[in-house]
């Protein structure tokens, strides 16, 4: 199985890689909804611009119009779609949960999953869209024209696990301003990936349809291709390979280098510094924790200020408890409710 990053693994152990059944969302209140993004139109993958968001109320939202609250976005994990992601990541239950201890906020989730390749790595891409855009510009201006919120960076928040936490490290160091807090769970993807020749070329070698049909692993490493080292010189896939022929090309290594955030942070720490609070976190048992690691080590080499914490579990096996009883109390302590 080829691999993107090392969360794989975790994934399938979990047994997250079958559809979970759908589960009630207790006391909150969830609305699907589609949401246009401009930044995504004309990608050359042709994902669609209309992206799928879930919006999850406080349970008071309906009864008190005169109140206004603080929103945490939330960004998926690789391989689903948000509703999929849902099924286990049990966000209707995390926001009741932090209402009942007087956390009311807004949680939106927006979708990353329906691309060609089953994940927009939350990247700017020609290829397969600019999730970034999606998410910093027309999500947030879509949700503070639709919803009660306070429509300000002070009560903002962004976080995300595996992919999503990939993403919003990523976002939180290219858009400061717009989120006043973070916090990424299980990151994947945090450093510069190697090339495996052998197995590079036998991607290389595949049809369009067995791409498409290929394992996990696979089809990640093809989605970082299209967010990556696009081409759109270069169809049917609009963009360049690791490998030509079996040999790898230290040009579109070095693109997807440059797009780990562990080789990033040290060209935005005046963009991390605007931060109020940032939040990490990784299962001891997850084949990720090294490059987490490496991202926390980072942080304090560069005196920026930091939740570390290292669980028992691992890559995906307990995101609903962690997203319940840690990152919506994170955001909880440190998001302007006024």
Request: aromatic share 12%; hydrophobic share 40%.
């Amino acid at each position: 199985m080829q691999k993107i990053g090392r969360f794989t693994v975790g994934l399938v152990a979990a047994g997250l890689m079958a559809a979970a059944p759908a589960y009630a969302a207790g006391d909150a209140v969830l609305e699907k909804i589609a949401v246009h993004s401009r930044a995504m139109e004309g990608n050359l993958e042709g994902n669609p611009a209309d992206r799928d968001v879930l919006v999850f109320l406080p349970p008071n939202y309906k009864a008190d119009a005169s109140k206004r609250y603080p929103v945490v976005y939330f960004l998926h994990g690789y391989f689903f779609d948000v509703v999929q992601y849902d099924t286990y990541a049990k966000f209707g239950e995390a926001v009741t949960a932090a209402a009942a201890k007087g956390n009311e906020l807004i949680l939106v989730v927006p979708d990353a999953g329906k691309t060609r390749f089953s994940g927009g790595m939350w990247s700017n891409s020609p290829t397969s869209g600019d999730f970034e855009g999606f998410v910093t510009k027309d999500l947030v201006s879509y949700i503070d024209s639709h919803y009660r919120t306070l429509a300000r960076p002070e009560s903002r928040g962004l976080a995300g696990h595996s992919m999503g936490g990939y993403g919003t490290l990523r976002i939180a160091m290219k858009y400061p301003g717009i989120f006043s807090s973070f916090y990424a769970l299980s990151a994947c993807c945090l450093s510069a990936r190697q090339v495996n020749p052998e197995q590079d070329k036998k991607v290389e070698a595949m049809s369009m349809d067995e791409r498409l049909k290929a394992d996990f692993g696979t089809r990640a490493a093809l989605a970082s291709a299209s967010a990556w080292s696009p081409n759109p010189q270069n169809p049917p896939y609009y963009f360049d390979w690791l490998t030509k022929d079996g040999v790898a090309q230290p040009e579109v290594v070095a693109q997807w280098a440059a797009n780990a955030p562990n080789a990033m942070v040290a060209q935005y720490i005046p963009a991390l510094r605007t931060y109020k609070a940032i939040g990490m976190e990784v299962g001891d048992k997850d084949g990720l924790i090294k490059d987490d690691t490496e991202m926390h080590e980072l942080l304090n080499r560069f005196g920026i200020k930091h939740d570390w914490a290292v669980f028992d579990g691992g890559h995906a096996d307990k995101v609903a408890e962690r997203i319940r009883d840690h990152t919506l109390p994170f955001f909880g302590a440190h998001l302007a409710k006024q």
